[in-house]
Antibody
Framework: EALLVESGGTLVQPGRSLRLSCAAS????????MHWVRQAPGKGLEWVSG????????VYADSVKGRFTISRDNAENSLYLQMNSLRPEDTALYYC??????????????WGQGTVVTVSS | DIQMTQSPSSLSASVGDRVTITCRAS??????LSWYQQKPGKAPKLLIY???TLERGVPSRFSGSGSGTDFTLTISSLQPEDFATYYC????????FGPGTKLDIK
């Protein structure tokens, strides 16, 4: 069974950095694109970033472009999100999600349970 | 960027009802449209992709249709476990979600 487990979320001050991790198991990690999706408290889903199976294609939402960097380590079955210059509006539950195929523009068929990031002074 | 809208934003219905939710894209997305279900405190679940293809394990009472800019999700006979929030998502370009439709019990 495919499983995704996020970690790294915490309370952080505005302007600081944070790195989220996602550990994958139960599927051939390097065959699939991966994504980060966030959900602010009481709000809807917002796609944040996606990465192709081979890390060649990286895509970002305009709201995080230039501040966040997605990466993956296929040898470690892990996905990462480096978040810099954090803002209060980045406060959310961050989900790691598996793409149905190898490209970053495919739907997401497996989701983790999320890790909470709170940006506040 | 492609903007997604959904209607209605909320909907009250009864067990056994037939329900339809509409999703519209700001430009043509061909058939690159997915539907997700999210229950409170849970991660989203993929229901339908490519506008009308049912994800494995999803009950056949769920169906999707549409292409271009206009899409629908239909639940043919509501079950108690179907009360949730539903999101559409386009994957024609960098993904984006609709604002969601909250389906609750009348």
């Amino acid at each position: 069974e495919a499983l995704l487990v996020e970690s790294g979320g915490t309370l952080v001050q505005p302007g600081r950095s944070l790195r989220l991790s996602c550990a994958a198991s139960g599927f051939l990690f390097d065959d699939y694109a991966m994504h980060w999706v966030r959900q602010a408290p009481g709000k809807g889903l917002e796609w944040v970033s996606g990465i192709s199976w081979n890390s060649v294609t990286l895509v970002y939402a305009d709201s995080v472009k230039g501040r966040f960097t997605i990466s993956r380590d296929n040898a470690e079955n892990s996905l990462y999100l480096q978040m810099n210059s954090l803002r209060p509006e980045d406060t959310a539950l961050y989900y790691c999600a598996k793409g149905r195929r190898s490209g970053p523009n495919d739907p997401m068929d497996v989701w983790g349970q999320g890790t909470v990031v709170t940006v506040s002074s | 960027d492609i903007q997604m809208t959904q209607s209605p934003s909320s909907l009250s219905a009864s067990v056994g009802d037939r329900v339809t939710i509409t999703c519209r894209a700001s430009q043509s997305i061909n058939f690159f449209l997915s539907w997700y279900q999210q229950k409170p405190g849970k991660a989203p679940k993929l229901l339908i992709y490519a506008a009308s293809t049912l994800e494995r394990g999803v009950p056949s009472r769920f169906s999707g249709s549409g292409s271009g800019t206009d899409f629908t999700l239909t639940i043919s006979s509501l079950q108690p476990e179907d009360f949730a929030t539903y999101y559409c998502q386009q994957s024609y370009t960098a993904p984006s979600f609709g604002p969601g439709t909250k389906l609750d019990i009348k």
